[in-house]
């Protein structure tokens, strides 16, 4: 009787050791993947399916052993939907990743200065991302209908999305980040500051954006403008000029550009165009409502970025002879 009791303790001892010796195995074998390969796990994918996915792809020799952790611990087979980076950790960490959600993050950066052309070019390549932009109702898609023109409202940033997310979803972040930059701007206005708006704030802000080379030149560019607004002096900036031109643009700005009329043409029109002619940085959006105090109401580029500041038209008229056409004075 002893005999029987050892030897069934000997037979219950080496079933344990066999049994741990194969979870062990079961939790450190790892998915036989190529680093930073990404797999999808579509609406409805059951573990059973995960596991035979895999096998027949040969990341993994048999499923059983998985299947049978799986009913010791049932959270493995909470799978949710996404496209996961599997690596070549143990399969185990690997479903871990699924279950917890962790999709691979992808980004789409707007840039200062873009215009809503360009950034629309860049977003339709965007990798894993649901192209779902109609032209024709793009503002209405993005603003719920409260605008009919997103140049200016999206705001430059880093935006980070999964695989199938919406184009105008990202677009839509980018929308309300800029609403609730620009009011935090305009709530931060000064008060003799000449503009009637928040929207007007934002077409200066573009403005200067596109006029900056060096940033710390920003509050000086808003200057002039905001002197040469208060004086009824026209604007005469070439980026206006130049989005007025459109896709047409060749590089080079002619004589005939500044002469011949559209609505963003500053030598033409007084005030402001009608719209921001780019998407402006929070420091461009901050220039804008604070222009410093000066009697600069010119500004000439030097070719290195920079620009040459000057409060009569004899000065600028010298800067221009200096820095545009290489003569001394």
């Known amino acids: 009787m002893v005999k029987v009791i050892v030897s069934v303790l000997l037979l219950a001892l080496l079933t344990c050791g066999i049994g741990y010796q194969q979870l062990q195995t079961t939790l450190h074998n790892k998915l036989a ?3 930073e390969t990404f797999f999808k796990v579509t609406k409805g994918t059951g573990f059973n399916q995960l596991c ?4 027949a792809k040969k990341w993994l020799d048999n499923c059983w052993r998985y299947q049978i952790l799986a009913k010791l611990d049932p959270t493995l087979t909470d799978l949710k939907t996404g496209l996961y980076q599997l690596n070549n950790v143990s399969v185990i960490d690997n479903i871990r990743r699924i279950n917890q959600g962790k999709q691979v993050s992808f980004s789409f950066t707007i840039i200062e200065g873009q215009s809503l052309r360009e950034v629309l070019a860049a977003i339709m390549k965007a990798d894993y991302l649901n ?43 980018a929308y309300q980040k800029m609403q609730r930059e620009l009011d ?21 802000a573009s403005i200067i954006e596109k006029e900056t080379g060096v940033a710390s030149e920003r509050p000086l560019i808003s200057s002039v403008f905001s002197n040469r607004l208060k004086s009824n002096m026209r604007l005469q900036t070439d980026p206006t000029v130049i989005y007025g031109i459109g896709a047409d643009f060749d590089g080079d700005i002619k004589r005939k550009d500044l002469t011949t009329y559209t609505p963003y043409n500053t030598y033409r029109i007084k005030g402001l165009p009608p719209t921001p002619i780019a998407m402006p940085s929070q420091a461009a959006l901050l220039a804008a409502v604070n222009p410093p105090p000066s009697d600069y109401v010119y500004f000439v580029a030097k070719g290195d970025g920079s620009h040459q500041f000057s409060k009569t038209l004899s000065e600028h008229n010298a800067a221009v002879r200096r820095y545009q056409l290489n003569k001394s004075n």
Do not use: C
């Not at 035979?52 to 096998?55: A, D, I, R, T, V």
């Not at 880093?158 to 695989?163: G, L, R």
């Open 131 to 173: 192209q779902d932009l109609h032209l024709a109702k793009l503002a209405m898609q993005v603003t719920g209908g409260t605008k009919n023109n997103l140049e200016g409202w999206l705001f430059p940033d880093t935006y980070h999305y999964h695989s199938d997310d919406t184009a105008s979803s990202v677009l839509k972040r």
């Open 52 to 55: 035979q996915q895999w096998q």
């Open 33 to 35: 993947v190529p680093e």
């Open 184 to 204: 935090i701007a305009w709530q931060q206005r000064a008060e003799n500051i000449y503009l009637n708006s928040a929207y007007e704030a934002l077409i200066l």
